[in-house]
């Protein structure tokens, strides 16, 4: 489903109507006398902070439904924790709880006398995993260090973990520390070294497990990857939690081995050059599992036995990209995977003429769900392919060349070609053609588990060549070619040359791009129509420098580094760019001199996934993206593969690239499939989802598409889920 949405997201473009601002009063809840103020700041976007005086009398704001605001209190008398806000369509109250005062001092000692001590130090609040406060993760207070090394903050009177953090040193953490109401609780000297560190908490692990810092690296083999040298190596503490010190900065993943379990891997995380990158979840270890197989019926068409290829997900990509797990034929139709660990698997099941006709995912978690069955159903086709009126002989990949599943057939010198295919419906179809490859889709109907089908391939050629503003050609630009079906994309040659063969009537758009010196050189869209009764003139495709888009992500509790960030301009081409965010969570970008608009998606790790909606050129723009996401479920309608179906994505009416929720969805260890998306932190908005036909690629009718389109629409709370269940395309 996801290849066929591509050429259209981008030009997706709506404008959000206004509402009234709603009431929403703020109580307290506790004993204690205080005084100060409320703070509240827009999570999802620029604004700027309200102020609310506490304590006495009321205490309320108008603020815009269904918006979210950090809320930041400043008392004396009291303590109270920093929380998310969430603003119903409605007036509502939202209670604030008051702690009493306790006090922390201690000093501070790095671990090299030569070395200046920090000036500030952060406590960060942490409940115990058994144990509950009511504080919301990620409060931390910032405590000054005096010029004797000594300092002194009030915290609440609590019992909790608490964790001492300063700029470029490796995090101290204490356990169970109980703060007393009025009284200082003096922890000593937090002793500090230099360098960036990795930490997370072992369930099930106590001090029985190692943990190591690995780069991943992938191959093939019994094992499906094969990991580096660690570069750090620790013992679990009894409680399970653990740190790594003396990281180097790179990406990494988690390892965690334990006699009598499985090997668990966590990540992928991105270590910097200083502070401590902690893993969200806690790591759980399972026995190990003995993972089953079964393909029915147990031979191929021709009886010979099943080749299975089988992949583990790959805890870097979420995707299967580390090699085959297991690679061979099955005996009687089966094999087992002995001593795996749970996750996620694919098997591709190919022929004894190596066609692969079958492709599954399927998760295991224990023993309980540890077998699984595939069925492979074959329909046998024949038919003609025809380039032109001629009789061609070619090789045809139904489901591409390199698609899964798919079925390779040649035809002889009448065209006449027979094989086998899994299923029939709508088939994508590649054709080799004077040497290069042109694709077009097949209807295949069965009759009594038979089919016939012709292949008819046009007999046209579409060039042209790409130039930069001098008139030099330029090799090797990205020349994409859009049409209502699909996008190809070929490299020009030595002279600027490029083309396209067996182009179906109607109307398509060609576009350029290259990259030189980090900068974008990008053409604009060019429209171009085919019939049977014309041939059109060779196309210049002239490359401009593209414009410079920059900002910082961040969000209520500072910048974020290693956020991805894509940004789309809104043009008839597909140009896209993307870039990850540095230390100080900046990121450059380059886009098309002639873009006016840009929706820029961006996935931060840790938090959930927003569009924005950007005015160009502009420079230096903040992207403030929310901690508190829910759960998205898109459910695509059983004949959303047919081959003109498009469904474009929108977040509060701005277009979410479906390629982009794929992608976040499989960071999360739930890959999409034929039956929809499912994809957690996901940011709080009004989701819209439409289902149409592709008539037209032009933006400046897009909005006619949409209104003959069907839409279904919803709201994502924090913490919640929403279920889009798209319908049926209507009737072309």
């Known amino acids: 489903m996801i290849r066929n949405l591509f050429p259209l997201f981008i030009l997706a ?50 603020l815009p439904p269904n918006s979210a605001w950090g809320l930041q209190p400043q008392l004396e008398g009291a303590w109270a924790a920093k929380e998310v806000v969430i603003v119903p369509d409605r007036p509502s109250v939202h209670q604030v709880k008051l702690w009493p005062v306790a006090h922390v001092q201690g000093r501070i000692q790095v671990e090299k006398d030569s070395q200046s001590p920090p000036h500030t130090l952060a406590i960060d609040l ?52 109980e703060l007393r109401p009025e009284a200082a609780r003096d922890v000593g000297a937090i002793v500090l070294r ?14 029985a497990a190692t943990v190591a ?15 580096a040298r660690p570069v750090s190596t620790a013992k679990a503490l009894k409680n399970g939690f653990f740190q790594l010190a003396a990281v180097p900065p790179g990406q990494y993943v988690v390892r965690v081995d334990r006699p009598g379990y499985a090997s668990e891997v966590a990540g992928p995380i991105r270590v910097y050059g200083g502070g401590e990158t902690r893993l969200g979840k806690p790591i759980v270890l399972r026995p190990p599992i003995n993972v089953t197989l079964s393909v029915a019926p147990a031979t191929d068409w021709h009886g010979e036995p099943w080749t299975l290829w089988i992949a583990k997900a790959s805890p870097l990509s979420g995707g299967f990209d580390a090699g085959p797990l297991f690679r061979g034929r099955t005996t009687e139709g089966r094999i087992v995977l002995r001593a795996q660990s749970a996750g996620r698997f694919s ?23 540890a077998e699984h069955d595939v069925r492979v159903d074959v329909l046998r086709i024949g038919g003609t392919v025809l380039l032109g009126d001629a009789p061609f002989e070619t090789t045809l990949w139904f489901g591409g060349r390199y698609g899964v599943p798919h079925a390779a057939m040649r035809s002889d010198t009448k065209g006449k070609f027979h094989g086998v295919l899994p299923n029939d419906g709508e088939w994508r179809v590649t054709a080799a053609v004077d040497g290069e490859d042109v694709e077009t889709v097949a209807s295949v109907h069965a009759h009594d588990e038979e089919a016939n089908v012709d292949v008819r391939l046009p007999d046209n050629r579409l060039g042209g060549v790409v130039v930069d503003e001098k008139g030099n050609p330029v090799a090797s630009a990205e020349v994409t070619l859009v049409t209502a079906y699909a996008a190809n994309t070929h490299r020009s040659g030595p002279n600027g040359e490029f083309s396209f063969r067996c182009l179906e009537d109607g109307n398509l758009s060609l576009s350029a791009n290259i990259r030189r010196n980090e900068k974008l050189l990008a053409s604009e869209a060019v429209t171009v129509t085919i019939s049977a009764n014309s041939v059109p003139p060779p196309v210049q495709l002239i490359l401009h420098e593209g414009q410079r888009l920059s900002g910082t992500v961040k969000s209520i509790h500072g910048v974020i580094a290693g956020a991805a960030v894509t940004a789309v301009p809104l043009l008839d081409s597909t140009t896209a760019a993307t870039a990850t965010t540095d230390l100080e969570g900046h990121f450059t970008v380059f886009l098309p001199n002639d873009a006016t608009r840009a929706y820029v998606t961006v996935r931060a790790p840790g938090h959930a996934l927003r569009v924005f909606d950007v005015a160009l050129p502009d420079h230096g723009l903040g992207f403030n993206v929310p901690l508190a996401g829910g759960t998205l479920d898109l459910v695509f309608p059983k004949d959303a593969a047919r081959r003109n179906v498009v ?13 982009e929720v794929a992608r976040w969805a499989m960071t999360h260890g739930t890959p999409p499939t034929d039956v929809g998306i499912h994809a957690a932190d996901m940011a709080p908005a009004q989701y819209r989802a439409c289902i149409g036909f592709q008539q037209s690629i032009r933006r400046d009718q897009l909005p006619r598409w949409i209104e003959s389109a069907r839409c279904v629409t919803g709201a994502l709370a924090p913490s919640g889920t929403l279920r889009l269940d798209i319908p049926s395309p209507p009737a072309e």
């Open 647 to 659: 469904l474009l994505l929108f977040q509060d009416e701005r277009p979410l690239p479906l390629p």
């Open 213 to 227: 810092v690995v780069h991943a690296v992938a191959g093939g083999g019994a094992t499906g990857e094969r990991v």
């Open 126 to 177: 942490l409940d115990a995993p058994s144990r509950k406060s009511g504080i919301a993760p990620g409060n931390s207070i910032v405590c000054p260090v005096e010029g004797d090394t000594t300092f002194r903050c009030d915290l609440p009177a609590l019992r909790l973990d608490l964790r001492f953090t300063a700029n470029g040193y490796v995090p101290v953490q204490l356990w169970d520390v």
């Open 347 to 369: 098997v591709d099941v190919f022929d004894s003429t190596g066609n692969p006709l079958k492709s599954e995912h399927f998760g295991v978690e224990g023993a309980a769900d």
């Open 13 to 62: 473009a709506a404008t959000a109507l206004g509402a009234e601002p709603v009431s929403v009063r703020f109580t307290l809840a506790g004993k204690n006398a205080a005084k100060g103020t409320l703070t509240l700041t827009p999570t999802m976007g620029p604004g700027a902070p309200l102020r609310i005086p506490c304590c006495s009398g009321e205490m309320s704001a108008l």
């Open 194 to 207: 230099r360098g960036a560190s990795v930490s997370g908490w072992i369930e099930n692990g106590g001090g």
